[in-house]
């Protein structure tokens, strides 16, 4: 383990710390493949709290796992951060190869690795180098083909000391990381949700707390006129009321008056020799059935009892025709003569002189 | 509760039950929110236009005497009306009277019939309106039958008014040829009620 030039930020972990695990992923699709390199991870779990650096390759990714609780022991007695910004193990920080089999020098012992499309699909760390039989080993679960397969490992100079890069050689992430992206995504679309439901419902309590405020205050101003208004409202009240009652009253006691009907039609038949032979009057409907002279031609009546204005819609009734005869039916405007009509109380609505009776036309 | 909690943590498929839940209760709870907004506008318009009545009518000054007005005419109309406590009475009472003004004039009647209409009875207006006497007022209905003289049919005709009462003709049938009769219906207004002392 080494402190990332000086600054705390960077910790670098020896390789014989950590474990490696290859976790192809080309049969998954691309927007799958965080998610089951995750899952892939978490079921792998080599130590009981594990820290994780995660490289994504084309054909999978390059993990490695270390025990979390065991290096926070050794930072802390080494007088290092227990929780730095960046862990990196110290494969990360090595020259990458292409293809082929490697021995890589470590800071303590040595590494094999197997690089195919410069990805690092396999490695293991040995303390020495190894032995052939060991290389073979390492070679057949690297799953390198028979024909490539070398009986010996490469000749390894530790005499030099690794060569250590600046940046990693690919791009590093924790799984933590992994899970922090995912979470906040779910964090994302939970928040939006919210947000989608949150905006609504705060607009909709603004607006109905300022609707509130406005009939409330309506309200208020409806108290006080209708205080202000009170006597004027309970007259017109009243005066409705009673202008009800009096217009039944009215409707009640509205009708032609007979005797001044009598007279009327009396003045109006022409002096002819005509006279009235049968006078029915129901409600506003008036018939009259008259003997005429003969020869008399029928308008001269219906124009005589039209005259007045107060008989309408004059039409002779052809039921009841007889010879010498003309039966008429006339609707009766009003309860007085046009010329007489006014509102009239019993008692001071007769004429007093000048009454024609029925029958004066005889 | 905690066993649940926990079972919760460990079900992302239950949490996002029981998220996909709240979110349709909270969308439920939206929409009584808007209807409650939507009820508040009708009540605020209701109140405007009341307010703005108010005011129309609370600037009219000229209701107290238009109900004293009308309500002196009123009680001129009321005092037109035949009084009487019973419907009998009012039958009783409307028959004598005419029996009394017939033989004034001489006239014999053939027929003599009093009714008295059923309370609330609904009469048409000119107008075409259907009114509704007020309860405490009765229409008592007379019918009378008598031979034919003009001056007779006169006479009975004029005394009618005499009685400074609502009475009137709704119904007159006059026969000058051979059978010479005059029928008549008439209908009287009364109030039910004490008399007054004369």
Redesign the interface.
Known sequence: MRAGEGRGELQCLARALCRFRWVPYDAVPPAERRAYVRLQLLAWSPFEDNGYAVASGRDGAMAFAWDQRAFEQRAQAAGLPTQPARMLPETMLLPAHDEGLVLQACSTGVEGQFWRGRQLVSSRWWPEAPDGAAWLNFQRSAGVPAAAQVPEPPVCDRSKGPRWLDEPWAPVTSLSAMIEHARLRVHAIAATLLAALLLPTLWLLHANWAMAQQVDALEAEKAQLTSQAQPVLTARSQSLAALASLDTLVAAVSHPDALTLLSHVATLLPGDGSRIRKLEMDGRRLRLVLTVPAGRPRIAYVRALEGGGWLQDVREDTQDATPGTVALVAEIHGNMPPATATARAPGASLPRTGVVAPGAGR | MNQWLDELRRKPRLQAGL?VVL?LL??L??LE??D??DA??R??AR??D??AR??T??A??H??A??DQ??A??A???A?AWREESEGRMQAMLQDWLREQLAAVGVQPRELVVIVLPARTV????QG?K????AD?R?ARARVSFEFK??A??QV??R??????????????????SQRVVE?EL?A?FVLGARESS
């Open positions: 998220a979110a909270w969308l709870g939206l929110l808007s409650a907004l508040a506008r009540e605020k109140l405007i009341e307010v108010l005011r009518v609370g009219e000054q209701w107290p238009t109900r009308t309500q005419r009123l001129d109309h009321r037109l009469l048409p207006s000119e309106r009114s509704e006497l007020p007022m229409i003009p001056d049919l006169h005709l004029a009618l008014p005499a009685s400074r009462r609502w009475i009137w003709v709704s119904r007159m049938s006059v026969d000058n040829d008549l209908e207004l």
